[in-house]
């Protein structure tokens, strides 16, 4: 199996003025080999013709302009600041963020795939600011992908930068590349999931993440 390239991220000091006192906030960027948004236009064109698609007309005169921006954006989540605060009261019961929109392009085909991500953890020293659970979803998700990579990406990356007790990561999507196409399995949904620590290792902290999931 051939491995995937390191994800290109890059954390830098956040903003000193929102910066936690004893902690600094992390700059969450997805870094890019650079983006040619011209060049990106011309290939879009030539793609095109070779398709048999002449875009002479009206229509279809700005048409690869306009692929080549819609690509550009489905490809480039926006930074975020990483912000964590002290678990001051000691909290130790789950976090879950429900249906998270989750939108990314199958990178077999570059036809997208929608759908939710439910994400938790049991915090350890720190706790994290319900939005970011969201952000780091579309950072990961901003890019070609496959779903059961995203899914582990997401969750490795929450318990690494957390240090939580447990991370459960669940995403359910609908992939174009099989409704659209080759089977057309109009309506089917793909599950895929990832637990880490506690939500992994003991029943019942699993059994209550999935059940506040709504996958019970």
């Known amino acids: 199996m051939n491995q995937h390239p390191r994800t290109p991220l890059h954390l830098a000091p956040g903003d000193p003025e929102t910066a936690i006192p004893g902690q600094a906030a992390l700059r969450v960027v997805h870094e890019t080999d650079g983006l040619d948004l011209a060049a990106a236009e011309r290939a879009a064109g030539q793609f095109l013709q070779a398709l048999g698609i002449h875009t002479e007309t009206e229509s279809l005169r700005g048409t690869p302009g306009r692929m080549a921006r819609a690509y550009a954006e489905l490809f480039s989540p926006r930074p975020f600041d990483l912000?964590?605060?002290?678990?001051?009261?000691?909290?130790?019961?789950?976090?879950?963020?429900?249906?998270?929109?989750?939108?990314?392009?199958?990178?077999?085909?570059?036809?997208?795939?929608?759908?939710?991500?439910?994400?938790?953890?049991l915090p350890g020293r720190r706790i994290l600011g319900l939005s970011k659970l969201a952000r780091v979803v579309e950072h990961f998700a901003c890019r070609p992908q496959v779903q059961e990579r995203l899914t582990k990406q997401v969750a490795d990356w929450l318990q690494t930068q957390l240090e939580p007790k447990g991370v459960g990561v669940v995403i359910e999507a609908e992939h174009s590349c099989m409704t659209l196409r080759g089977v057309q399995a109009t309506g089917s949904s793909t599950l895929t999931s990832t637990l880490l620590g506690t939500l992994r290792n003991d029943a019942r902290s699993r059994s209550e993440f999935l059940a506040l999931a709504g996958l019970t």
Request: contains cysteine; proline residues 8%.
């Open 83 to 121: 912000t964590t605060f002290p678990n001051d009261e000691g909290y130790d019961e789950l976090v879950l963020a429900r249906s998270i929109p989750v939108r990314s392009v199958c990178e077999h085909h570059l036809l997208p795939f929608v759908g939710t991500a439910h994400v938790g953890y």
